[in-house]
């Protein structure tokens, strides 16, 4: 199952703002320091092969590996 939203915006992750990134400004709103928000990707796609291979190149982009999913 792949949470997407109806703005073609795919759930990846729960996230809290850190020491290292301070603030976040993210879907029109800013977040401190320990608050929770959700990380989107924004894709248009034709089939789930291209959606599945745009969700896994952004996992990669952001250090995720294989080994962790697996």
Request: aromatic share 12%; proline share 1%; glycine share 4%.
């Amino acid at each position: 199952m792949i949470p997407i939203t109806r703005d073609r915006r795919v759930w990846l992750d729960e996230k809290v703002v850190d020491d290292d990134s301070y603030c976040m400004f993210m879907n029109g709103r800013s977040y401190e320091l320990g608050e929770e928000y959700d990380d989107f990707l924004c894709v248009t796609v034709d089939s789930f092969a291209e959606l599945a291979d745009a969700i896994l190149r952004e996992l990669y982009v952001r250090g995720f590996s294989r080994q962790i999913i697996d």
